[in-house]
């Protein structure tokens, strides 16, 4: 009866523990000052982002785990209301209606290295409006803003990103009043960047088509590398017959092709990634890194809460942990990091594709 009492305890502990996993939404402040006068009569928004919701995520009170940082609503709701309630007082009837195209919005905490890293990612192309209500690109934005205080406020640095693109929009709009229209290299989707007008809506049918990928919509990935990113999308990889080899001593991951004509086998110098049994592997830095998808995009498993993961990462427990004397891909052991920025000394761990450029980033 004492065994018995004791594996229900061990259990019931277990449960209270999954429990513990929880989104943190993210709630904007907005300050009490008002801002100067500015040129603008207004700011919508469209989002181009593959998650709209999930925007990083902070250190758990569960080891080897992370809480998830959310947007209620989504990002488009959540940063329209800030807009409309922060820059009220400095709109004017008679400015420039302005349009921000978010392509990255992005945030958390990284305390599993032996310092502690906040950062927030903004990217977001900027265009404005002319009488017919036809977009004219301005000009991109792109800043991280990083804190390495002990008890960082993540909201506080999102509003100062936030009024950074602002004060940069502003700018952008003095400028054009006196050189025209802006139209180099500003990152709209795809089919939308070499125009130099468009409707906000013919843009939001632009981001749609550009999720029109296989990999997003097919249930079965059959089995294979993909040899490049638009591999991946097109649920098409190029190489059906593989295997894979540890070396115990490095931990680094090789794949293998076999010949069509012998039983010889060559190296994959390049992939991408490789599907197995219907899971989904990033290749990088010779791991595997278990993927899987979340909204229009994909994230690492490891980032998604273990109650409702599908990635089990199986294939990766039986043929790659179990020749490196390891069986959680999951642990903290597994973080795989970035710089911040190009040639900065802080790094914070990659938690999702970017489905741009089909690398691994935050």
């Given at each position: 009866?004492?065994?018995?009492?004791?594996?229900?305890?061990?259990w019931?502990?277990?449960?209270?523990?999954?429990?513990?996993?929880?989104?943190?939404?993210?709630?904007?402040s907005?300050?009490?000052?008002?801002?100067r006068?500015?040129g603008?009569?207004?700011?919508?928004?469209?989002?181009?982002?593959?998650?709209?919701?999930f925007?990083?995520?902070?250190p758990s009170?569960?080891?080897?785990?992370?809480?998830?940082i959310?947007?209620?609503?989504?990002?488009g709701?959540?940063?329209?209301h800030?807009?409309?309630?922060?820059?009220?007082?400095?709109?004017?009837?008679?400015?420039?209606?302005?349009l921000?195209?978010?392509?990255?919005?992005?945030?958390?905490?990284?305390?599993?290295?032996?310092?502690?890293?906040?950062?927030?990612?903004?990217?977001?192309?900027?265009?404005?409006?002319?009488?017919?209500?036809t977009?004219?690109?301005?000009?991109?934005?792109?800043?991280?803003?990083?804190?390495?205080?002990?008890?960082?406020?993540?909201a506080?640095?999102?509003?100062?990103?936030?009024?950074?693109?602002?004060?940069?929009?502003?700018?952008?709009?003095?400028?054009h009043?006196?050189?025209?229209?802006?139209t180099?290299?500003?990152?709209l989707?795809?089919?939308?960047?070499?125009?130099?007008?468009?409707t906000?809506?013919?843009?939001?049918?632009?981001?749609?088509?550009?999720?029109?990928?296989?990999?997003?919509?097919?249930?079965?990935?059959?089995?294979?590398?993909?040899?490049?990113?638009?591999?991946?999308?097109?649920?098409?990889?190029?190489?059906?017959?593989?295997?894979?080899?540890?070396?115990?001593?490095?931990?680094?991951?090789?794949?293998?092709?076999?010949?069509?004509?012998?039983?010889?086998?060559n190296?994959?110098?390049?992939?991408?990634?490789?599907?197995?049994?219907?899971?989904?592997?990033?290749?990088?830095?010779?791991h595997?890194?278990?993927?899987?998808k979340?909204?229009?995009?994909?994230?690492?498993?490891?980032?998604?809460?273990?109650?409702?993961?599908?990635?089990?990462?199986?294939?990766?427990r039986?043929?790659?942990?179990?020749r490196?004397g390891d069986?959680?891909p999951?642990?903290?052991?597994?973080?795989?990091?970035?710089?911040?920025?190009?040639?900065?000394?802080?790094?914070?761990q990659?938690i999702?594709v970017?489905?741009?450029s089909?690398?691994?980033?935050?």
């Amino acid at each position: 009866m004492r065994i018995l009492f004791f594996i229900a305890c061990v259990w019931l502990g277990s449960i209270t523990g999954l429990k513990a996993q929880k989104s943190r939404p993210l709630k904007l402040s907005v300050a009490n000052h008002s801002f100067r006068q500015s040129g603008l009569s207004s700011i919508d928004i469209v989002i181009n982002l593959p998650d709209s919701v999930f925007l990083g995520v902070v250190p758990s009170d569960i080891s080897n785990t992370n809480d998830r940082i959310v947007a209620e609503g989504g990002v488009g709701q959540m940063l329209s209301h800030f807009v409309n309630e922060e820059y009220a007082s400095a709109f004017s009837p008679s400015g420039v209606k302005l349009l921000w195209t978010i392509n990255h919005f992005a945030m958390g905490i990284d305390s599993s290295q032996n310092s502690r890293t906040a950062y927030v990612k903004i990217g977001a192309a900027v265009s404005n409006a002319d009488s017919l209500d036809t977009y004219h690109p301005l000009g991109n934005f792109d800043t991280v803003l990083i804190n390495n205080d002990k008890e960082v406020d993540l909201a506080a640095l999102t509003v100062a990103a936030i009024n950074s693109l602002y004060d940069y929009s502003e700018q952008l709009v003095a400028k054009h009043s006196k050189v025209g229209f802006l139209t180099s290299s500003s990152k709209l989707p795809d089919n939308m960047a070499a125009k130099n007008s468009f409707t906000k809506e013919q843009l939001i049918e632009d981001i749609q088509k550009q999720r029109n990928w296989r990999i997003l919509s097919d249930s079965v990935r059959p089995k294979g590398i993909y040899r490049s990113f638009q591999e991946f999308k097109n649920n098409a990889p190029s190489i059906q017959n593989f295997y894979l080899k540890v070396d115990t001593t490095t931990k680094q991951v090789s794949l293998y092709q076999f010949s069509v004509t012998d039983s010889s086998a060559n190296k994959v110098d390049s992939a991408w990634g490789l599907s197995i049994n219907n899971e989904l592997y990033k290749y990088s830095n010779g791991h595997l890194y278990a993927i899987e998808k979340s909204g229009n995009g994909f994230v690492l498993s490891k980032y998604l809460n273990y109650m409702t993961r599908k990635n089990q990462a199986i294939f990766w427990r039986r043929y790659v942990g179990n020749r490196q004397g390891d069986d959680n891909p999951y642990d903290d052991a597994h973080i795989y990091r970035i710089p911040v920025f190009k040639n900065s000394p802080a790094k914070v761990q990659v938690i999702r594709v970017d489905m741009s450029s089909g690398n691994l980033g935050f």
